[in-house]
């Protein structure tokens, strides 16, 4: 009988997770029998060399993409049992995207696209939710910003709009793909700096897609893949010692 008990400490998890692409003949497989949990009120970042697997996983564990086996779980919910639209409104509710290429609306102004998973969701936010988003804009310091389009904004301030939509529904998990990708490296210390305090101060569990060492390095753990494997998981570690442990991966493959 399987065991399908959770975890309380893991808001996500996956077992025995793998993903191939392609028609049979011609397969790639891009996640072979992975399992991992993301610890709640963690900063997680996934590393590994391009093609180890990082986005392909990210993608199923949010919902976008589907596995070709295994489970994966958002809570206790079971969510590759989920059909199209069940799987839209649990990650609208409970899942949180930041992207490199920051992904706001043009023709929004930044309150707007703050309030846009409300939006989304058909409601507008409680008088609590109201205040919450308050201390976001005021802690992103987006409050002389609000009815601004994105374009008027630097790329810093445009990933602060995207933290905050991300932030603004308190979603069990928010996951950023290379959210510094776009950024210099002052703007990229900053908005790790607001990762990690999002983390810290409100207990936000955020899963970092990353091949930054110095981005990784703002995180409370680190999980490495290669080859669609996970291959280590080591707590906090400075930017010189995941980049030398990279290295000594890409030395060993
Ligand atoms: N839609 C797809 N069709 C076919 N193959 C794919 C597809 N998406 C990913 N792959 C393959 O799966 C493997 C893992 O890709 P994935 O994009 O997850 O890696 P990654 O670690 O995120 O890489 P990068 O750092 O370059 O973004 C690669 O071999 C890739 O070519």
């Given at each position: 009988m399987e065991n399908t008990s959770t975890d309380p400490g893991l808001v996500a998890r996956v077992e025995s997770l793998s993903k191939s692409y392609g028609t049979a003949g011609n397969t790639v497989s891009a996640l072979s029998e992975v399992s991992l949990g993301i610890r709640r009120g963690e900063f997680t970042a996934i590393m590994g060399p391009s093609g180890s697997g990082k986005s392909t996983l990210m993608h199923i564990m949010a919902g976008l993409d589907s596995a070709s086996s295994g489970r994966v779980y958002l809570g206790d919910t079971d969510i590759t049992s989920l059909d199209d639209s069940a799987l839209t409104i649990l990650r609208r509710r409970r899942i949180g995207f930041v992207f490199q290429s920051f992904n706001?609306?043009?023709?929004?102004d930044i309150e707007g696209n703050i309030l846009l998973p409300f939006e989304l969701d058909g409601r507008k936010p409680s008088t609590q939710e109201r205040s919450w988003i308050d201390q976001l804009i005021t802690s992103l310091g987006l409050r002389d910003r609000l009815g601004h389009r994105p374009h008027e904004l630097s790329g810093g301030q445009q990933q602060r709009v995207a933290i905050a939509r991300a932030l603004a529904t308190r979603p069990d998990l928010v996951f950023a793909d290379e959210p510094t990708g776009n950024l210099d490296s002052r703007t990229s210390r900053e908005v790790l700096t607001l990762l990690a305090t999002a983390s810290k101060e409100y207990g936000q569990s955020i899963a970092m897609v990353t091949h930054d060492p110095i981005a990784a390095s703002y995180a409370d753990r680190i999980l490495f893949l290669a080859d669609g494997r996970v291959v280590d998981d080591r707590a906090r570690s400075s930017a010189e010692d995941i980049s030398s442990y990279m290295l000594g991966m890409e030395q060993r493959a």
């Open positions: 706001l609306v043009p023709t929004l």
